[in-house]
């Protein structure tokens, strides 16, 4: 887990270290506990407990914290350790998002989530992943309108295209607001989100923009006793998202979060781990400098780190020319390439080869 203080304010920690002294005379302060994540990779992906649909989706080529991405799931991610609130419950945090690859209109949408369980998804479709997790707050990006056929738990669910203030896993979100000034937030494009709860005045805001600028005004607010509705002060925080008929690809990009009321400027910015000029989310091989980005299948995954470069089920899955490994000839093709047992070492390998026995296994040496 990457905690530090933020870097923009290291220059203060002379200072802080000071005030905190001062603070501490009077017997009020910790330190706040910060999580950053500028993008989401098979080592800090541990951080999390990954439930459902989403615990088969990472690591991705895109280095991105994917929830969903097909029909007819409901996923979730949250820190497995929890993070100590304020003592009045009050946090800050900003992120970035992007739903995207929608199909049959997009669906559902994706929700930030405090509570006190790390290990659960709510109900899938409309239920975003977070219907029904009790003792939490939900701050749902809502994109299929779920308020026909008379259901009071989804009546004012009534629109494909809004954000709102949802709490003990409630779908009945209050206040909530429609965002189609802002655009369609399942039509791809990344969106940005900041959330504040001050304790002390029992406060909570919501801003959303479509560029990393915090707006100066409130998207939502509300009044609401955060820690009467978690009973506690140490919180699992993370997101959930849902599927159903309906489906989009939905991704947290970056993510900070901090336990007190210490409103975040921007998300975490993006990087380019690869250093190929392509940053992470839009990198077809996040983790493989690929400036050309090719991808001869059009999957989506781009030839450097696709395992079937030229299609799922293809029979040269390294396109190596000599058929999928295992083969005679591609043992000897791939001893020549360095392969230790047989194996291609190229960029693309083949199926694993299973063969046990020792003469398979030393077929290099
Ligand atoms: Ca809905
Ligand atoms: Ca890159
Ligand atoms: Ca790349
Ligand atoms: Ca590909």
């Not at 649909?53 to 914290?65: D, K, Q």
């Not at 915090?214 to 919180?235: I, Y």
């Not at 921007?266 to 400036?291: F, H, R, S």
């Amino acid at each position: 887990m990457s905690i530090s203080l933020r870097k923009s304010f290291r220059w203060l920690a002379v200072p802080l270290v000071l005030l905190a002294v001062m603070l501490l005379s009077h017997g009020t302060a910790s330190a706040a506990t910060t999580v950053t994540y500028s993008n989401f990779t098979a080592s800090n992906l541990g951080d999390f407990q990954l439930n459902e649909a989403t615990a088969s989706l990472n690591p991705n080529n895109n280095n991105v914290l994917r929830l969903t991405n097909n029909y007819g799931q409901a996923g979730s991610a949250f820190l497995k350790n929890p993070i100590s609130l304020a003592s009045d419950a009050s946090f800050s945090t900003a992120f970035r998002f992007e739903i995207h690859g929608s199909q049959s209109g997009g669906a559902d949408g994706l929700v930030f989530v405090v509570q006190t369980v790390s290990n659960t998804a709510g109900g899938g479709g409309g239920g975003i992943g977070y219907q029904g997790i009790a003792n939490s707050l939900g701050i749902e990006f809502d994109t299929w309108n779920n308020g026909n056929g008379g259901n009071p738990e989804t009546a004012c669910d009534d629109d494909d295209n809004h954000v709102g203030i949802n709490l003990n896993g409630s779908l009945c979100s209050d206040p909530r607001i429609n965002v189609d000034s802002l655009g369609q937030m399942d039509a791809g494009g990344f969106w940005y989100a900041w959330v504040d709860y001050d304790g002390f005045n029992q406060w909570l805001e919501v801003r959303v923009s479509r560029t990393d600028s915090r707006p100066a005004d409130a998207l939502l607010s509300k009044s609401v006793d955060l820690l009467a509705v978690l009973g506690q002060t140490d919180a699992y925080v993370g997101f959930t998202s849902g599927t159903g008929g309906a489906m989009s690809v939905h991704d947290i990009v970056t993510w900070e979060f901090t336990g007190e009321f210490a409103p975040i400027d921007a998300p975490p910015p993006l990087v380019d781990t690869d250093e190929d000029g392509i940053v992470d989310p839009q990198d077809n091989c996040a983790n493989d400098a690929n400036a050309d980005q090719t991808d001869s299948d059009g999957d989506g995954i781009g030839n450097v780190c696709d395992p079937t470069p030229n299609g799922d089920g293809d029979r040269d899955g390294d396109g190596d020319g000599d058929g999928d490994g295992g083969s005679k000839r591609d043992i000897l093709n791939s001893c020549k390439q360095g392969g230790s047992n047989g194996r291609d070492k190229a960029p693309g390998l083949d199926k694993p080869f299973n063969d046990k026995s020792k003469a398979a296994n030393n077929v290099c040496k």
